[in-house]
């Protein structure tokens, strides 16, 4: 009987080939004067189309330049970049799995620096960092209402590249984690206070996106469900902001967690047990109970059996990695196949690298080609 792994499930209206996510995975590759697509990134996106995963998501991709995170990150904040981006997504299209690619869309708020965003960070509220060492500053309600036609203004673009839709970045202690956050969101007015205001923006961002681009161009977001902070986002609120987004329109939700700040961010290092793999998916299990629409389990997954686990238990409806897919693009094919059961991927986190993502483990990789 075939695993639940590989039945196709709905996002939207669309129809995903199957339960495998390539999480977003900024690569450090796009040109690093305007951010627009490499034929390095064409590669990269061609080899994880062949290799069958069922939807692909994109490294985050700035939707305004004071709200660039880093260094030769993918950008989306004109037209001129539409070009590169079909290209992108035609090179996953015409790969023939049926992989369909999102682009993932993020403004860095108060987590980058004056010398990439070009200016001070902002955020919603003038918190310092401590990592960064950035005081930013406060955003008004003008500037508020300006960062959400920004997202949509991407989104717009992103559907005339050919993307077959689009995932908001709110994790991670970017600018829309931080607005979730109460940790960095002291705000007083109808932008901050309860998690109803304090999420508003993503709502509007929804709203705006599904009337410019339509029904059939699903937004989904991946969205913190801990800071791991004290004071920081908790379940019970991220559970509630979950199900007022689906209520906006939502399509789906990947649910992560972290921020920069903590010490403890979304990428965990290191080798863990099987029992322990997907540690962002209990708080993925908590959200899903208050949802009808897909919930995508991450963090550490690396087991063919306990991705299966996962799917057949109820505890999640999809499972997305990063990590695999840089040590092998075609990870998806050889679970499918049955020459490999288990991600060879060690978590070591060596596979950050300012000159192009790519695996230390596997010996004699070009980078734009970790298979
Ligand atoms: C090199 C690298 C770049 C990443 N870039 C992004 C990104 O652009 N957007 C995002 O939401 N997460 C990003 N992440 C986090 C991953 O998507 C994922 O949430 C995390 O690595 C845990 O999954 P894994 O254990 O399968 O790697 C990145 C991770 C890595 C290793
Ligand atoms: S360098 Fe390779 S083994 Fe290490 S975390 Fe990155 S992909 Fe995995």
Known sequence: MTSILFRP???????????????ATHDYLADDRTGTITPAQLELYRRLAEGQIGLIVTG???????????????????????????RLASTVHQAGSGSLIFLQISHAGRQTRPGLCGQQP????????????????????????????????AAARARQAGFDGIQLHAGHGYLLSSFISPHTNRRTDDWGGNWQKRSRIIREIIYGIRST????????????ATDHLPGGLSLDEARDIAASLEEAG?????????????????????LRAEEEEGYFVPLAATIKKALAIPVIGLGGIRSFRVAEHLLESGQVDLVSMSRPFINAPDLVRKFRSGQLDKSPCLSCNKCFNPRGIRCVQRKGLRTAGPD
Not at 9 to 23: D, E, M, Q, T, W
Not at 260 to 267: K, P
Request: aromatic letters at 6%; hydrophobic letters at 40%; charged letters at 20%.
């Open 250 to 270: 939502l399509a789906a939700i990947e649910v992560s967690g972290g921020m920069n700040e903590a010490g403890l961010g979304s990428v965990w290092p290191g």
């Open 213 to 224: 681009c339509g029904p059939d161009f699903p937004v989904i977001i991946k969205m913190n």
């Open 60 to 86: 985050h991709a700035y939707v305004h330049l004071s709200g660039k995170a880093s260094p030769r990150q993918i950008a989306i904040d004109d037209d001129s970049k539409i070009t590169g981006l079909s």
């Open 9 to 23: 499930v709905a996002i939207g209206r669309l129809k995903v080939p199957n339960r495998f996510v390539r999480s």
């Open 122 to 153: 902002v955020a919603p509220s003038s918190v310092y960092d401590p990592v960064s060492k950035i005081l930013p500053r406060e955003l008004s309600t003008e500037e508020i209402l300006q960062v959400i036609d920004w997202f949509v203004q």
